[in-house]
């Protein structure tokens, strides 16, 4: 089963914040963040295993709810370069499934 | 460079005509994965394998097949190719056990007409 990402696309403009939330109906031991820009492959962000960690790198962060099944990707004071579609991926016993993803765009 | 190489970028072909997706990468990783992504759904799981000889279907394995008989390639086959695979293929790596995100390759657009 597919996780759930919300929402399926966002506008901003450059220094605006945003957040996207992932969420399972499965246990999940980790998620994983990626981007993917118009072409190209999908990026590896970071990745939260279970025991409600909280990661970050720049200006972009996320969370791991364990006992709610949920992630979110904080993206603070957005740049250009924040474009892109951002998927979730959520890691069970061993496999991964990945989300339909959000298509974040950023203008000046 | 760290990487996975995935031939060809680019393909079209006809309905039936067999053809190979192949996938290297060069990081010793145990896991390989073939996704689709198609507009709207996202990354869908074709097949995977965690180690030499070993593989297992995903979410979409129909139409499809693999091997695995070294640990570097994992390619993609196709015997009977229909239009409905026309997608976006990625195939991606990483090391087993939690922790270890995904290094994807650059992707094939195959047309099937």
């Known amino acids: 089963q597919q996780p759930v990402q919300s929402p399926q696309a966002v506008i901003l403009r450059e220094g605006e914040d945003a957040v996207i939330n992932c969420s399972s109906s499965k246990a999940l031991y980790s998620v994983h963040w990626y981007r993917q820009k118009h072409g190209e492959a999908p990026v590896f962000l970071m990745i939260?295993?279970?025991?409600?960690e909280q990661k970050g790198h720049d200006k972009i962060s996320a969370s791991f709810n364990e006992k709610k099944q949920q992630s979110s990707l904080y993206l603070t004071a957005s740049q250009l370069s924040y474009s892109g579609t951002y998927f979730c991926g959520t890691e069970n016993v061993d496999d991964m499934r990945f989300g339909a993803g959000t298509r974040l765009t950023v203008k000046p | 460079e760290a990487q996975v190489t995935q031939n060809p970028r680019y393909l079209i072909t006809v309905t039936g005509k067999k053809l190979t997706v192949t996938c290297s990468q060069n990081?010793?990783?145990?896991?390989m994965s073939w996704y689709r992504q198609d507009p709207g759904l996202g990354l869908r799981q074709i097949y995977y394998s965690m180690n030499v000889e070993v593989t297992d279907k995903g979410d979409v394995p129909e139409g499809y097949k693999v091997s695995r008989k070294e640990k570097r390639n994992f390619p993609l086959i196709l015997e009977s190719p229909s239009p409905n695979q026309t997608s976006l293929y990625f195939c991606a790596s990483s090391f087993l056990g939690q922790g270890n995100g995904y290094t994807f390759g650059s992707g094939t657009r195959l047309t099937v007409v």
């Open positions: 990081m010793n990783h145990e896991y």
């Open positions: 939260l295993l279970k025991g409600g």
